[in-house]
């Protein structure tokens, strides 16, 4: 009791944190049992999990929940069948099946509160959650409960599910079942088996035990047949349409090798000539499937092609003539509907607005992410989000045909990444392919005067043992640990050959809002004194203006009473000025206010100036909110060109000179410039690498060489990249270009031993002496060196790089 | 040593039954989540709430 009551008063004493999510408690909301929350969503899912009996909720846990400190999407939607029967696993008149995404789960306490919502709604028989991919199952009564309801309820106790366009059309498309661990299966038992077959071969069979080595030879053959047939047959297909196409990559000799190896084997076996190369050829086809699967690494909760889909909602209140409200999926919106666009919620296609006071934030559209105000019969473009009272619009355009969505559609946006640059081992392999060739066939051509048999021998022996294992294994091998090492430090690549691009980038291109300031963060401060009607003034003279500094000062000051302005007018790049009731007002830069005393400008904040009938009232002074770590960009400067693009205004142009350098920063680029100021930087050679955070730049992330989403939760919509970058890992950055180098030269070096490996094996078989026991040992031996190498290497890369 | 075809007939038949088995759990599923089984078997029934006590 007294260890409870001290550790409650020094939990006072620190910041108080929600009893739910564990948040700092700006304002302190008493609940029930004397907890403290952090707002009153937080307190209304405590008192729901409390009054249920699944307190021990936060007994698994400290802070387990998600904040619900923002207001939940509508889900009337949810009631019309049209909509949600794509949503649906699996229905039938008695119980529905129903799978969610939900990205609040995080610990065991919500895997706990998910698997036991039957004490919340009996109606739900089951429900079983999956962790990784931040899914739940759930298995309801029809007749007890509904879609809504479940929704409504998870939404209750904090788990809202998120339900988007793209998971609709994700689950249409998907359903292909992927055989690569039923290969492994059958290759690691196909090689288990001939590696017990073979060993009395190589430890000798005595001569009157001759009918074993024929039995043994006969079951080994067996057993390469399903590694040819069904394990290899992808190299061979690679192979064929590779060669179709006059390109030589390492599956060509990969596929050789399998296809030499099982023949000759065959021959050897049928024949009685010999005990042929069953387990090399096992060996081989499990180690590539092997590299295969290391290769192909799968972020579950991660989604690297997003799009505008997964950004719009699922269905969109219409009003029809009636007056009445119902929900309509996405795709049936028809020129002329009237829609309802509440608080937070996406305008979904161009419209007219017909009621209500619109503030549109464009920012994931523009990168602007000032809300802009829309009189009543102004378009409205699709893509933005309103904040403020609900707004009813006329729909102009289907959804199709909007603007942001013609924009995604573009062609320069779904461009194919056809122009990355070529992997080493691609570049490689077609040189280690003829040189190959050219070994086989001169020996075959040496011995082929002398001794058939010999020359025949040497041929097979050469493609055998120089099948390039040990070098299609080491990309794979390095490129997953370096893949592993930089997830564990929040930068999630697509795949294993963004590593290599990233090594080989010369050319950094910024987005600023959203990548390098937090947006919608932004610290205004007021210096100077004003009496109300001077506050009214300034409020009136800014409200005339579209300017994002003059909606700050119009946030700032957000309910003062709006003045009749007489004269109006706006010297960009300077400032306004206006005059009311016989007052002049001037609000600008420094250089535009000249009269009375000027407070000096501090080196990362923006300042605007404020006067009255020439008099210096005071000025506001922007404090950017601008991402921890930016220092690193100074330090990259010296080694890569960097380049800021904005669809900003340029007010921030002074503040960032310090980061950027003043001469490569561009602002009000729409997202067009963007991707052709990406592709003018390819035409002149460069490797680019876009870093941008919002739709405005999923063209230029596109188009560059390496696109990186940068995200502060990376749950959140992220549009289409090659790699999402957490903003807290921004600083890191440096160390990653580093780190990928590091990756490369351990390829490379993998790639002399494998060459090592090769030659050794090479002296051995040009004379055609190579026995089936060398190979066997040769062949796992340079793998095992290979995969060792590379893992080893690159963690001790990574340590060297701190990460 | 005629066992031996016996034997390696009986060893075969046995890893091919396993193989089987692997490619039934495939099927069903059990290894599509190889996480949450782990966080879930320590999770108790009712755990003993420390607030009571």
Redesign the interface.
Known sequence: MLIKQSMKDSSILEKLHCYHCGNDCEEEYLGP?EKVFCCNGCREVYSVLSQSGL??YY??NQHPGATKDKISPRFEYLNEPTITKDLIDYTDDKFTIVTFYIPAIHC?SC??LL?NLNRLEPAIYYSR?????KQVNIRFDNKLSSLYKVVGLLDKIGYEPLISLQDVIKKQTSGKKDKL??KI??AG?CF??VM??SFPEYLGISKY?QT?RQ?FGF?NLAFCLPIVLYCGTDYFRSAWANLKNRVLNIDFPLALGIAVLFLRTAFEVLTQNGSGFADTCCGLVFFLLIGKLVQRKTYYHLSFERDYRSFFPVAVQVTDEKGIEHAVPLAEIKVGQRILIRNNEIIPADAILLQGEAKVDFSFVTGESVPVNKVLGEVVYAGGRQTGEAIELEVVKPVSQSYLTRLWNNEAFSRTSENRTKTFSEKVSKYFTIGLLLVAFGSLFFWLPTDFHRALAAFTSVLIIACPCALALSTPFTMSAALSILDKNQFYLKNTAVVEQLAHIDTIVFDKTGTITVAGADKITFNGQVTEYQKQLLYSTCANSAHPLSRLICQYWEGTTRLGTRSYSEIPGKGISAAIDNHQIDIGSRLFIKGGFIAQAAADATEVYLQIDHQFIGHFSIRQQYREGLEIIKDLSFRYNIFLLSGDHGHERDALSGIFNPDLMFFERSPQDKLDFIKNLQARGRKVMMIGDGLNDAGALKQSDLGIAITDNVNNFSPGSDAILDGSALSRLPQFFKFSKNALSVIYCSFGISLIYNVVGLSFAVSGRLSPLIAAILMPLSTVTIISFTSIATHVAAKRRRL | ?SI??FL?GC??LL??L??GA??WA?KSGQ???L??PS??I??DD??????KK
Do not use: C, H
Request: aromatic content about 20%; glycine content about 4%; hydrophobic content about 55%.
């Open positions: 049992d307190g021990s007994a698994f065991s895997i706990w698997e959650v999956d962790f990784l991919r661990i039923k299966a059958v038992f288990g088996n017990l077959l035990e074993f039995f079951l | 040593m031996i075809y390696i060893s075969v890893a091919l396993f193989l692997f490619f495939q290894n599509d989540d996480y949450t966080v879930r320590l999770l009712e755990p003993v709430d420390e607030e």
